[in-house]
């Protein structure tokens, strides 16, 4: 999942309205910052493999560390604890570290029976939406959708450029995760992990988009 993640992020702001939109998306996709680095350095494994799902021709062989629900379990544990410890802010440190965790929530959704339980599990989960590309598309668009709306409604902008820089940053999302699911496929995992790492750009541009607005209620 991708927009999904956004969308969540984007919702959260109604529960953590002092925390920075980009704090909030630093969190919802964490683990998807975290495994290019663990899969540059060989720790974590993939393949391409067109036709794997209908979505994705990515085929996830290993990623316990990055994609476990017990590994996913203690990153949320840990990023909650290390922003409470900066900024004494518990009700955020709660709702970050809950972001975190719905991360492995919706990638469950999506993806084909490959999250491991634990890491060195033989048990593996996943409800393969990926398996059907409309299901896909309408289940990511909605998620976004309703977060981005709840955004919107408890933010207002505060200059002018508040107002188009939100819209703008939506479309760039949403051009690019529709370039990744009706473009070719990655050209190598070298490449999907750079690919993966670019997402801190769409985390710096959050802070930048949140920065415009202030929260209404």
Known sequence: MFLGHYGVAFGAKAA????????????????????PVLLLTGVERA????????????DFVYYPFSHSLLAVAAWAALFGMVYFMARRDYRA?????????????????VHR?????YPGGGQFIGLGLW????STLIAEL???????CIY??????SDGFGRWALWGYVTLL???YLASVFGPPPPSVTAIAIAGQGQWLFVVLAVWVDRHRQHTT
Do not use: M
């Open 16 to 35: 953590a309205p002092k925390t920075s939109l980009g704090t909030l998306l630093l969190a919802a996709v964490f683990v998807d910052l975290l495994w």
């Open 47 to 58: 393949v391409i493999e067109p036709g794997a799902t209908r979505v994705t021709p990515i």
């Open 93 to 109: 440190a709660v709702v970050l570290g809950l972001l975190v965790f719905s991360h492995w929530l919706l990638d469950a959704i």
């Open 113 to 117: 029976p490959d999250l491991p339980l």
């Open 131 to 134: 398996s059907s590309l409309p």
């Open 142 to 148: 909605l998620i976004f959708g309703a977060g981005v």
């Open 152 to 157: 919107s409604r408890h933010t207002a902008p």
């Open 174 to 176: 949403t051009v690019v």
